[in-house]
């Protein structure tokens, strides 16, 4: 949505919150989790820790749960882009080395989510579900499941946190090196990063607004 003072409202209050309770609540995850992962830290986790740890899964869940009741249009068209490519991504991911590096140009146009981030989000997802489903398994199964089923989703659990640490890292780095943090602090994006980053996105905005 264009805006009288000329920035564009990309993130919506409600999106806001839940963006940062879910990086406080895998931020918990991740530092809890630590210390079981890694042996020299494990004297360190007790009681409290695992307590921390299972506040912080809870709110990691419901994040989506919120999203999904308070605004579910955009929850739904954020689950449909993240898994729908076309040609114009394909070319977009081959030229994607040089977006690495902050260089956005000869990169074809993109829309409100573009090529990069949908996969980000597709990816997201997919080990979201695998590291919540094998923790509720270790949680509620100990103690009641085989071993080796336990085991097993001992090592499913601890792969998809990894992925999603590396996750967190690349949307970290991104977030950096185009400048996009003040979106996901007051919800407005510039002109220019969307014509940078959303040009056909901003095509469409500028489109509706001649309109109305």
């Known amino acids: 949505m264009l805006?009288?003072?000329g920035t564009i409202l990309r993130y919506k209050t409600i999106q806001r919150i839940g963006h940062w309770l879910n990086a406080l609540a895998f931020l918990a995850l991740l530092l809890t989790g630590l210390l079981l992962f890694f042996w020299p830290l494990s004297p360190l986790a007790g009681f409290p820790s695992r307590v921390i740890h299972r506040i912080a899964a809870l709110l990691l869940i419901l994040g989506p749960i919120i999203y999904f009741v308070t605004d579910r249009k955009d929850f739904v068209y954020l689950l449909k882009a993240s898994f729908t490519y076309n040609r114009d991504d394909l070319v977009w991911f081959i030229k994607s080395p040089f977006y690495f590096i902050g260089l956005a140009k000869g990169l074809p146009p993109?829309?409100?989510?573009?090529?990069?981030?949908?996969?980000?989000?597709?990816?997201?997802?997919?080990?979201?579900?695998?590291?919540?489903w094998s923790g509720f398994v270790m949680w509620f199964g100990a103690g009641?499941?085989?071993?080796?089923?336990?085991?097993?989703?001992?090592?499913?659990?601890?792969?998809?946190?990894?992925?999603?640490?590396v996750l967190m890292v690349g949307h970290v780095y991104f977030t950096f090196v185009?400048?996009?943090?003040d979106g996901m602090i007051k919800g407005t994006i510039t002109r220019l990063y969307a014509q940078v980053e959303h040009p056909r996105w901003l095509k469409e905005l500028e489109t509706e607004g001649s309109q109305k």
Do not use: C, E, W
């Open 3 to 5: 805006q009288n003072d």
């Open 144 to 165: 009641r499941i085989p071993g080796q089923a336990f085991l097993s989703a001992l090592v499913v659990h601890d792969i998809s946190m990894t992925v999603l640490t």
């Open 110 to 132: 993109q829309g409100k989510i573009n090529a990069g981030q949908r996969v980000h989000h597709a990816m997201t997802i997919v080990f979201y579900n695998l590291v919540a």
């Open 178 to 181: 185009y400048g996009a943090l």
